[in-house]
């Protein structure tokens, strides 16, 4: 594992792997340089969140904030974790479940000031993820599972169109059962 200047972790493939947290020089531990994504990534991890001056509404790089489809909260580990909601630790994770971006919740808690850079970006698509979220929502929300796409377990939209893929003919792809 390196970290180069710009706090970026690498794996020992030299394959970017997360960054490391926003906290003083001091009190990083090679636990917390060595995060492992408990779900698939993508390479692409730029953006960042910022916090209204109210301090109510957190709002993504995509678009998605705590009004629209909210966010989802994960524990130290990264974790999807109904138990992590509103938490206060600054070693927790927030999700954005729209486009996949993980925010430290340390850097969260600064955002008024300093927008908050994206530490990783999860995979939406994965199963993983998927499956996660789900399970999460179900705690959370009390929402039942929805079914999903065969062609990559996606969710279904309120119009029976998959929300991320979409057939041979480019137009989303229709539940057929």
Known sequence: MVIDDNGMVHGASGKFTGRVPAQPAEQLTPESQAWTPPYPTVADVDGHATVEDDGDNQICECGNNTYTEDWVAADRNGQMSADSAGSSDPDEF????????????????DAMDTPAPAFARLDTRSAAFIAALEIYNREEYGQEPRDVCPTHGGAWGGDATCTTCTGADGRALEKTA
């Open 94 to 109: 927030t999700i954005c479940p729209e486009c996949g971006r993980v925010y430290t919740n340390a850097d969260l808690f």
